[in-house]
């Protein structure tokens, strides 16, 4: 498995825009399918967005979709969350997952996960 740490969140009004960092370590990054996942206040963990190992394919969750965009530069062992037109709603702990043999929207599918970075979008 891998080690990962989420970076980027914080206190935003709504319509606005953050960047999440997820920053690996280890070699085997690369070779891993990558996802979001977010958990608000007394709701179940959700599936944001995930993306290959290669980069070539996304998935995103139909209420961010248009709205939040997922990539990864293997290069530097690190997944990206772009978050724009920020909703209240968007509030949540933020999760970054791994898993080398599944791509999809299953959080129990994924077996390295992040501490979560909080992102509060205020109305």
């Known amino acids: 498995q891998v080690h990962l740490v989420e970076s980027g969140g914080g206190l935003v009004q709504a319509g606005g825009s953050l960047r999440l960092s997820c920053a690996a370590s280890?070699?085997?990054?690369?070779?891993?399918?990558m996802g979001w996942f977010r958990q608000g206040l007394g709701k179940e963990r959700e599936f944001v967005a995930a993306?290959?190992?290669?980069?070539?394919?996304?998935s995103y969750a139909d209420s961010v979709k248009g709205r939040f965009t997922i990539s990864r530069d293997n290069a530097k062992n690190t997944v990206y969350l772009q978050m724009n037109s920020l909703k209240p709603e968007d509030t949540a702990i933020y999760y970054c997952?791994?898993?080398?043999?599944?791509?999809?929207?299953?959080?129990?599918?994924?077996?390295?996960w992040g501490q979560g970075t909080q992102v509060t979008v205020s109305s």
């Open positions: 993306i290959t190992w290669s980069g070539i394919t996304t």
């Open positions: 280890g070699r085997t990054f690369s070779s891993m399918h």
């Open positions: 997952a791994g898993e080398r043999t599944y791509f999809g929207t299953n959080s129990s599918r994924f077996g390295s």
